[in-house]
C-alpha cells in the first residue's frame, strides 16, 4: 500500500496548506480579537500548533496517496500504446485502424447521409 509514494512532493504541498491555514488563523486573530479566533494565551497557540501538526501529517498522506494514483493513470495509456500489447489484447479495430486511412468509415451508412427530409 505505501510502495512508490512521494513523499517529498506531498510533505510540500501539505506545508503549503498547513502555511496558509496558520496564516489565516493569524490574520483572523488580529482582525477580529474578540472572536473564537484569537490567539491571546500560551495553551490557545500550543493546540493551534498541535493540530498543524496532525493536519500535516494526515494531507502528506492523502496527497502521497493521490499523487500514486494520477501517475498510475498517466502511465496506463502509454502502456496500451506499445506495439508488443495491442498484438497481444487480440483487439482488431486497432490493427484495421491503418489500412483505412484516407478512406470513408465502413461503420456508417451512406444511405442516411444522401436521405433528404
Do not use: C, H
Request: proline share 6%; hydrophobic share 40%.
Amino acid at each position: 500500500m505505501f510502495e512508490g509514494l512521494k513523499w517529498k512532493s506531498a510533505a510540500r504541498r501539505s506545508a503549503i496548506v498547513i502555511a496558509i491555514y496558520l496564516g489565516l488563523l493569524y490574520v483572523l486573530s488580529r482582525a477580529f480579537p474578540g472572536s473564537n479566533f484569537s490567539l491571546d494565551s500560551r495553551p490557545q497557540i500550543i493546540s493551534l500548533l498541535i493540530n498543524a501538526a496532525l493536519f500535516f501529517f494526515i494531507f502528506t498522506f492523502i496527497y502521497a496517496l493521490i499523487e500514486r494514483s494520477r501517475e498510475r493513470r498517466m502511465a496506463e495509456p502509454t502502456k496500451q500504446k506499445k506495439p508488443g500489447k495491442s498484438a497481444k489484447s487480440g483487439d482488431d479495430s486497432e490493427t484495421n485502424a491503418p489500412s483505412l486511412k484516407g478512406r470513408p468509415n465502413p461503420n456508417t451508412s451512406r444511405r442516411k447521409s444522401r436521405r433528404r427530409r
